[in-house]
């Protein structure tokens, strides 16, 4: 490869996280929810077609008009297709389909305005409630965020396969289902914006919650999750923005220790051992902004709590100053809402820091029968962290040996062998 | 809003006269006339048509489909608009650019709508 193809390979990839999302949206609003791979095929055949006049001829001057000029092109001739214009019709293909009305249509299209409008209702498209959460997930990062198959496999641990067969379930639900490509209005928006904020945190936590070496990838779903809370507030169709601004707080709080949570080896670092001096403070900033905006409409949801626990985490100069009795109360109320077994989890520590360890022991016992198996291993970890507190180190390594044979990633098993050599040595 | 069939006649092809660089001026200005209809949610339908055809007249005893021919004033596209009243309408085919790449003229007329039936 010489170094001008991989000059352009770079923009390219560049240009089409960038651009890819928001020109699969129009391409969707012209030819219909139902085509969306059609638009997806439009957008790829477009970023080829880049690919080879690039390499020959030079980048143009504007990369992301002479994309959107050569995208507007493919869209006409497509839907002038004869076996496109039978199957199909709507006002705006009506006028896609005459000389003197495709050109002013698409430039009035492609305004900054209506590619907004198009996104926002893209994300209302994936994330409807008739699509299962799997696939609305992985639709999502490749409709919207720009994500080949490949990438969605690595970022969810699974292979391509498995990826493209809930893309095609998805856009066959939108189809069968004939799904509208709207922004939806009244009481259904306060519905479906619940919805959205889910698979947004789903997404969030697909890059947030494991950490598999595959750092790269991680984090930029984090930041993609980021970027399409950020699409909604800034929409001016959504009026209560509540509820995704205590999600976004949730989330650039979060991201902000996200560099801070791995030491050079790869080793999974607990709050505690952290250096603080690694966290983002400019994205913690944001993050501490968008949560005292959330709070304006007295609304709490499940992310409000979620956010002001990561920020009493943020705000804290050292481990030791931790607030931890603000932090119980959250869990307090959380609960009230939530009562999954992290939230329980989670809890315990904080009431462990409050109450003390035997406190906390106690409260898991009572739990113990209501986790599932996928969080055991985290159940164990807890209990026998809050044992070497007590220092009952005999109690702690049988727990900590479950905990490392129920581990899903190695990063995790490592970070459980250290502290059962600890335990050991003691 | 009322629906109203704005015919535009011209004579001859007028884009014929043009070089090739007033042409896309001119194709450029209709651009946004047109776009500016569409903003406003005014416009239904626009199509230009072909320089060709025929012209078929008489009755079903004795039809003539002679030649079409250009010399004369010719429809060369339709707009279909979405207007409050009759002024409005003709205020905004005056507003067509295709006044000024020569003689020209649009006629205005209501679209007839289905009425309710009792």
Redesign the interface.
């Known amino acids: 490869m010489t170094e001008s193809t991989q000059y352009i390979n770079k923009l390219l990839d560049n240009l089409f996280r960038h651009e890819s999302g928001k020109l699969v949206a129009v391409l969707t609003r012209i030819f219909g929810p139902a085509n969306i791979a059609l638009a997806e095929d439009v957008v790829q055949d477009a970023m080829m077609e880049a690919v080879t006049n690039w390499t020959y001829s030079g980048i143009p001057d504007n990369p992301t008009g002479w994309l959107y000029m050569v995208a507007k092109n493919k869209a006409i001739n497509l839907v002038n297709r004869e076996q496109f214009k039978n199957n199909n019709s709507s006002?705006l293909l009506?006028?896609l389909q005459?000389?003197?009305?495709a050109?002013?249509?698409l430039?009035?299209l492609f305004t900054e305005k209506e590619i907004q409008d198009d996104q926002l209702r893209m994300i209302f498209t994936c994330c409807h409630p008739s699509i299962s959460a799997d696939s609305q997930v992985a639709l999502t990062l490749k409709t919207l965020c720009g994500f080949s198959i490949a990438e969605i496999a690595r970022a969810f641990i699974t292979n391509t396969e498995n990826i493209n067969k809930r893309l095609v379930r998805a856009r066959e639900t939108i189809r069968v289902n004939k799904i509208s490509f709207e922004i939806p209005g009244g009481k259904e928006l306060e519905l479906r914006i619940d919805t959205v904020a889910e698979i947004i945190y789903l997404l969030f936590n697909e890059g947030y919650s494991a950490s598999s070496g595959k750092d790269l990838i991680r984090y930029e779903l984090c930041e993609e999750a980021i970027g399409l809370a950020e699409l909604i507030i800034g929409h001016p169709a959504i009026q209560n923005k509540s509820t995704v601004l205590a999600l976004l707080a949730l989330m650039q709080l979060n991201t902000s220790r996200f560099r801070a949570r791995q030491d050079a080896d790869g080793n999974i670092l607990t709050l505690e051992h952290q250096d603080r001096s690694l966290w983002n403070l400019t994205l913690m900033e944001s993050g501490f902004s968008n949560l005292e905006k959330s709070l304006a409409k007295n609304q709490v949801s499940v992310y409000h709590l979620l956010a002001a626990i990561s920020a009493y985490h943020c705000a804290a100069k050292n481990y030791k100053s931790t607030d931890w009795i603000s932090i119980l109360s959250l869990y307090d109320n959380l609960i009230q809402l939530d009562k999954s077994p992290l939230v329980l989890l989670n809890r315990a520590i904080a009431l462990s820091k409050v109450s003390g360890a035997d406190k906390a022991i106690e409260e898991l016992d009572k739990i113990k029968e209501t986790v599932p198996l996928i969080s055991y291993y985290l159940f164990y970890s807890t209990q026998a962290s809050l044992y070497m507190e007590l220092r009952q180190f005999k109690n702690a390594a049988p727990l900590l040996r479950k905990a490392i044979e129920l581990a899903p990633l190695d990063a995790e098993k490592m970070l459980l062998e250290n502290k059962l050599s600890d335990c050991l040595k003691k | 809003m009322k629906e109203f069939m704005l015919l535009v006649r011209t004579e001859g092809d007028h884009l014929a006269a043009m070089s090739a660089e007033e042409q896309q001026k001119h194709v450029q200005k209709i651009g946004n006339y047109i776009g500016k209809l569409m903003q406003e949610g005014k416009l239904k339908g626009a199509q230009p048509l072909d320089m060709a055809g025929k012209m078929v007249s008489g009755n079903k005893g004795v039809f003539k489909d002679g030649p079409f021919t250009e010399t004369k004033e010719v429809i060369v596209g339709y707009f279909h608009i979405l207007a409050n009243n009759l002024d409005e309408a003709v205020d905004i085919a005056k507003a067509n650019p295709v006044f000024d790449a020569g003689m020209a003229s649009i006629e205005v007329r209501p679209i007839k709508t289905m009425e309710g039936i009792n």
Not at chain 1, 98 to 101: A, H
């Open positions: 006002e009506h006028f005459s000389q003197w009305t050109t002013p249509l430039d009035n």
